[in-house]
């Protein structure tokens, strides 16, 4: 066949028109694959140092995460507030750094609440605050060998938390001599004369300190707890006190407290208290200590404030690293991810109550392909997606990469275990390499994997037990090997 000129120019035309815009995800696909260990549906900022959480807080749709945040350097250095936003609590959409620190200090954790009366009067009534309370931490104090380095500032937003302005009388709240003294959640309850104050959970070496206020300027000490109670292995940092319904429709309080070192399984972890809060006084049900997540990577989390009644959850997010190893592992541009969004419940077993951190519904919604696995292993879809299954109540799977790295997942003698000795790089801390168990006397019946990248987090019977660890690869895991016990497995892609 013969083709005239104008033809073979249409030809070309489309050709190239084709090229272009096949173009763009071919580059796509290669930038995402270019970044060893960067997670997809997890949120991790472009480059620089990330660490807690901070003043998440919902507005008009949107979920706001504030975070300790150091641009300059892949190590922990002098905090800003960095900011992210998403619709979906999957699709993160990095922000300009929201706050900066100042001649008062370094901006440390804290959080933030919707001042919708205008208690405060920074804002016009018409357009009432965003009000972000956080620590202050000061450098030059601490160098010098004062004690009252730490102290608590406010600032405030009046176009829905995209930029933020420091309240001019800061700090709000001295320090008085007392070395840590940091990481302010603050919360409006009703005291027991019905009269609605704000309630400021504050970590003081290792107790808290409820401090009350009616315009989140003036604030006096309403409470203590801690003494005697709980795990004390290390210092108490970033509470978060929560109404729950418990199962028998009781509202119990939950206080989350974040403690370094003295998790169990070495370095960070999340302790938490059950019980009665009236008027700054937090009364504990027993002196059981409890922990929210048994693996070694969930730190500093605490919950979303400003959430519509009609969602009716507890919204969490945590800090997915430790500080034992947190500023040695092998990433590149960026350090440390949070976990993915949780919802914390209560539920009762054997009599006792418990904390459920169960994967937020939106992971659910927001998904790729499901393939199911069919045979005793199977190829998996990625470096990216979630393992579903119903288990046996003892169980046991691997995934491993063609270098003969692998972490295993079992659960024998009452313990769900992850192992994590053999799964990859650990060569940048000795207490990498490890295996890490939660005991589980009642029966395991579900499990969800959700693995992505550099990180498992595993939630049996919809989060009743959950360990959340960090993982380095040489090589992506390729296949899923389902030892024993593990029924009606899928693997799911997520993020379409
Ligand atoms: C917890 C913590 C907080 C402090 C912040 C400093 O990881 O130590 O207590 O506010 O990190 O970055």
Not at 47 to 67: A, Q, R, V
Not at 74 to 81: D, K
């Amino acid at each position: 066949m013969r083709f005239n000129l104008t033809q073979k120019l249409i030809f070309f035309v489309l050709a190239g028109l084709f090229f272009a815009c096949s173009q763009p995800q071919e580059i796509v696909f290669q930038q995402s694959n270019l970044e060893e260990y960067r997670p997809v549906y997890h949120f991790t900022p472009a480059k620089g140092w990330m660490n807690d959480p901070n003043g998440m807080i919902y507005i008009d749709g949107e979920y706001h995460l504030f975070y300790q945040y150091y641009p300059d350097s892949t190590v922990w250095g002098p905090m800003h507030w960095g900011h992210a936003k998403s619709t979906n609590l999957i699709d993160w959409e990095e922000l300009p750094i929201a706050l900066y620190p100042d001649s008062l200090g370094y901006i440390f954790s804290g959080s933030a609440v919707y001042d919708q009366e205008n208690s405060s009067g920074l804002g016009p009534k018409e357009n009432p605050p965003l009000v972000a309370i956080f620590s202050y931490h000061n450098m030059e104090g601490e160098r010098s060998g004062k004690t009252d380095y730490q102290s608590q500032g406010i600032a405030f937003s009046l176009d829905k938390g995209n930029t933020w302005e420091k309240y001019s009388g800061n700090p709000v709240l001295p320090n008085q001599g007392i070395k840590d003294f940091r990481d302010p959640k603050v919360r409006k309850i009703k005291n027991s004369n019905g009269k609605e104050v704000w309630m400021m959970t504050l970590a003081v070496l290792d107790q808290i300190q409820f401090y009350q206020s009616d315009n989140l300027i003036d604030w006096k000490l309403a409470g203590e707890f801690g003494k005697g109670i709980g795990a004390h292995g290390g210092v108490w940092e970033c509470p978060d006190l929560i109404p729950m319904n418990a199962p028998n429709g009781e509202t119990k309080w939950i206080l989350l407290v974040s403690i370094n070192p003295g998790g169990p399984q070495k370095g960070s972890a999340t302790q938490y208290f059950i019980g009665d809060f009236n008027d700054g006084q937090f009364e504990p049900d027993d002196t059981m200590i409890r922990w929210l997540d048994y693996g070694p990577d969930n730190y500093a989390g605490v919950t979303w404030s400003n959430l519509p009644s009609s969602q009716n959850r507890n919204l969490f997010i945590g800090w997915m690293s430790n500080w034992l190893y947190a500023q040695m592992v092998p990433t590149s541009s960026w350090r440390s991810a949070m976990t993915i969004a949780r919802e914390l419940s209560l539920f009762e077993i054997d009599g006792t109550l418990l904390v459920k951190s169960s994967p937020a519904k939106e992971l659910e919604v927001n998904r790729g392909e499901v393939f199911e696995i069919s045979g005793k292993s199977s190829n998996l879809p990625g470096a990216s997606f979630e393992l579903k299954a119903e288990v046996e109540n003892d169980f046991s799977l691997i995934f491993s990469n063609e270098l003969g790295e692998k972490v295993t997942i079992t659960r024998e003698m009452g313990l769900i275990n992850i192992d994590r000795s053999k799964s990859g790089r650990s060569e940048f801390h000795p207490d990498f390499a490890a295996v890490h168990s939660a005991p589980m006397s009642w029966e395991a019946k579900s499990i969800r994997i959700f693995m992505d990248a550099s990180s498992i987090e595993l939630f049996v019977n919809d989060g009743e037990i959950v360990l959340t660890s960090l993982l380095f690869p040489s090589s992506p895991y390729k296949t899923v090997e389902l030892i024993s016990g593990v029924n009606d497995a899928e693997l799911i892609r997520l993020k379409k």
